[in-house]
């Protein structure tokens, strides 16, 4: 895929895919309560934060951020809620 693409184009490709990622991971971390991430050992305002600066760095980061949190945070606070 990548030879028909190009590598501009696998970017342009991964950057929609990337920003929803993070903006997904921004958007469950503001609505869920700090106690939820207190009692999860997490922090609240962080989660909000790297996903943000992700975006502004590179929206594959912001991506792999939001990964994180959506697969390694969110559930540990899901429960703790």
């Known amino acids: 895929m990548a030879e028909i693409l190009g590598a501009g184009g696998l970017v342009i490709l991964l950057f929609p895919i990337s920003f929803?990622?993070?903006?997904?991971?921004?958007?469950?971390?503001?609505?869920?309560?700090?106690?939820?991430?207190?009692?999860?050992?997490?922090?609240?305002?962080?989660?909000?934060?790297?996903?943000?600066?992700?975006?502004?760095l590179f929206a594959i980061v912001g991506g792999i951020l939001g990964v994180v949190y959506l697969v390694g945070i969110r559930p540990k606070v899901r429960l703790a809620q």
């Open 20 to 56: 929803g990622l993070a903006l997904w991971a921004l958007i469950d971390a503001a609505i869920r309560p700090e106690a939820a991430f207190k009692t999860a050992g997490q922090s609240k305002v962080l989660w909000i934060i790297l996903p943000i600066v992700g975006i502004f």
